[in-house]
């Protein structure tokens, strides 16, 4: 079993920064990738960003392109989510999942481990 837990929410105004972190406990990330995801008011979980836990590749959404970061802590379990330039239509839940897949995927049944989220709004 792996066990996720975000943090790093919180209330903001339309262009500030925040870092969200997730960190693993149990059997943790082994060679798969990880993934961030949100699901605003009434709208489907949408993928934001994953990354390949052994090369540190990277992949985003396009509407978050330039200017979010994901990374990774090996030694920590923890992988992040850096967001800058935040937008109001940013605010959302924000899960992190772990992949099935060791290779970078955007789908979210190929993901099979996920924490409970952190809420993420942004006020204009």
């Known amino acids: 079993q792996v066990q996720l837990v975000e943090s790093g929410g919180g209330l903001v105004q339309a262009g500030d920064s925040l870092k969200l972190s997730c960190a693993a406990s149990?059997?943790?990330?082994?060679?798969?990738?990880m993934g961030w995801f949100r699901q605003a008011p009434g709208k489907e979980r949408e993928f934001v960003a994953a990354?390949?836990?052994?090369?540190?590749?990277?992949y985003y959404a396009d509407s978050v392109k330039g200017r979010f970061t994901i990374s990774r802590d090996n030694g920590k379990n923890t992988v992040y989510l850096q967001m800058s330039s935040l937008k109001p239509e940013d605010t959302a839940v924000y899960y992190c999942?772990?992949?099935?897949?060791?290779?970078?995927?955007?789908?979210?049944?190929?993901?099979?481990?996920w924490g409970q989220g952190t809420q993420v709004t942004v006020s204009s």
């Open positions: 149990g059997r943790t990330f082994g060679s798969y990738s």
């Open positions: 999942a772990r992949a099935a897949r060791i290779r970078i995927v955007t789908t979210r049944d190929e993901y099979d481990y």
């Open positions: 990354i390949n836990w052994r090369s540190g590749s990277t």
